[in-house]
Structure formats: C-alpha cells, structure tokens
C-alpha cells in the first residue's frame, strides 16, 4: 500500500508506505526512518527494513518534512503522526499495536532515538494528522544518529563539516548553529527525555565515521546505562557512515534478533 496520506501540516500531504507479509495476523511492524541530513532522500529510499518482510513483519517507511521546508521539531511531529496514523488503523492493515518498532539511520536514527526517549511522557507530540492516540513504540534501532548537536563540533574530526557552519546539516535543522540555539539543540536531543521505562535500543556505530561522530552515539549508550534502561551497542570496527560495513549479514542478523526479542515474534 503505496502513498497512504497520514498528515496534511500547514495543507502538505505527508505519505507513507506499508508493506504487509503473508502469515499470521496481526502483525508486529517496524517503521522505516531515511536518512539525508534532514535535507534529502524520501520513503523510498534504502529502505533497509524491507527484509525483515521475510520473517514475518511488516514494513513502513515514512517520509517527513526537510529542514528546507521546516525546522525542528517539523521533522519529530511527522514521525510521530505516522506511527499514530498506523495504530489508529491497525485493525484495519491487520497490524499488532502493542508490538510497534522504528528502525532508522543517520538522521533517521537520530528521530528513531528521539521518538524512543520522548515515548514515555508523550513530548514532542505535535498534532497534525491523528491525535489520541498513542506514539509509543516498543523497540528502537538507531544506526549512527546524531544526539547532542551541541557537543558535535567538539567530536568531530579535523576537515570534517563544521557542524556550526552556517550551512550545516546540524544548522539547517535548528534554523542556525547549534551554539546559537542551545535551547533548541537541547530540545532535538534525544538524551533530554531520558527516564525509566524507555522502550530497549540496539545502537549501532562504526569508530570511523566522518560525519556523526562515534562520540555521539556513546553518549547516548551512557545516558542509557546510566539509569538501568535496556540498551544493547554494536561497534562496527573501521566503519564509516553507512556503507557496505552495515550490509553485513551479521548486523542484518542482529537488528532482527533484536526486533524478535523485543516484539516477542513467535514465527518467521
């Protein structure tokens, strides 16, 4: 089911797709975040939750709003309308609601983990598309997301892009440099929203990457850890950002354990 309308903010139709195996219902599902920076790419794009189709899982991806047409928090609203639009339709695509997951990577992962950390006290909720409902999920996989904007530039590399450059992914999705909207960067940061009853997340980073730094995702781990929350941290050895280092069947392999530990699937 391609192009199913989920929100129409400031009159723009915001879409997804849905994909839904053969077998048993209803069936669990794992939401698609894209990457690009905030500022490329759609739905359509490296849709790497597509192979989980196979083992009995459904599938969404989700287009959201670039920081060109809007900044933050336009980009965590979307994403939460999308997940309220498939649980308010649940019995409808013959989907699980209590067993909802979001796999995104880079500035995928960073919705991903912020979508994760603000389930428990419902902020950043927005109210474009279906409200009353729950955007909740029950599992979080972020592939080398960026956290604190604000302490990016201290992490990243000599020749790399300065994140406090005017014309920053970083910049362009807070409307300037994060040093110049601490409260704004500290509101996009997932770390923020950390208590007790975080759904479990599988953070995955190479120790090579030259756009969001390892850094990032080790704080975020720590945050985690720090109050006893369920976190499990797969460091990819010379990885970059993306790339042929996470087409690995080994990774494939334990983002899928993990979604099956984490949304109890009892067949695949």
Request: glycine content about 12%; aromatic content about 8%; overall charge negative.
């Given at each position: 089911?391609?192009?199913l309308?989920?929100a129409r ?7 997804l797709?849905?994909f839904?195996?053969?077998?048993a219902?209803?069936?669990?599902l794992v939401l698609w ?5 905030w500022t490329?790419?759609t739905k359509t794009d ?6 989980l ?12 709003r670039?920081?060109?047409?809007a ?11 999308a997940?309220r639009?498939?649980r308010a ?16 990577e880079?500035?995928g ?15 950043l909720e927005g109210?474009d598309?279906?409200?009353g ?29 300065d994140p406090?450059a005017?014309?920053s992914s970083?910049a ?5 440099p994060?040093?110049r ?18 759904p479990?997340?599988?953070i995955?980073?190479?120790d ?15 945050a ?14 010379g ?5 042929d ?24």
């Amino acid at each position: 089911m391609r192009d199913l309308e989920f929100a129409r903010p400031g009159g723009r139709p915001l879409y997804l797709d849905l994909f839904v195996p053969p077998g048993a219902r209803p069936a669990p599902l794992v939401l698609w975040i894209h990457g690009g920076g905030w500022t490329q790419f759609t739905k359509t794009d490296g849709v790497q939750a597509m192979a989980l189709l196979a083992h009995g899982y459904a599938v969404a991806s989700t287009d959201y709003r670039w920081s060109s047409e809007a900044i933050f928090p336009a980009q965590i609203h979307d994403v939460k309308a999308a997940v309220r639009f498939l649980r308010a339709n649940a019995a409808h695509f013959e989907l699980d609601p209590d067993r909802f997951g979001i796999w995104g990577e880079s500035a995928g992962g960073f919705l991903a983990a912020l979508l994760g950390t603000t389930s428990v006290q419902g902020e950043l909720e927005g109210d474009d598309g279906v409200t009353g409902v729950s955007s909740c999920v029950q599992a979080v996989v972020d592939l080398y997301g960026p956290t604190d904007l604000l302490r990016r530039k201290a992490q990243t590399p000599a020749g790399a892009q300065d994140p406090e450059a005017p014309d920053s992914s970083s910049a362009r999705l807070l409307g300037g440099p994060p040093s110049r909207h601490p409260e704004r960067a500290r509101q996009a940061n997932p770390i923020t929203y950390i208590t007790r009853g975080v759904p479990p997340f599988l953070i995955i980073h190479g120790d090579a990457d030259p756009l969001v730094p390892f850094g990032q995702s080790e704080l975020l781990v720590s945050a985690l850890r720090n109050i006893g929350a369920p976190v499990e941290f797969i460091i990819v050895r010379g990885g970059g950002h993306g790339g042929d280092a996470f087409q690995d069947g080994d990774i494939f392999a334990a983002i899928r354990g993990f979604f099956d530990r984490t949304l109890a699937l009892t067949q695949s």
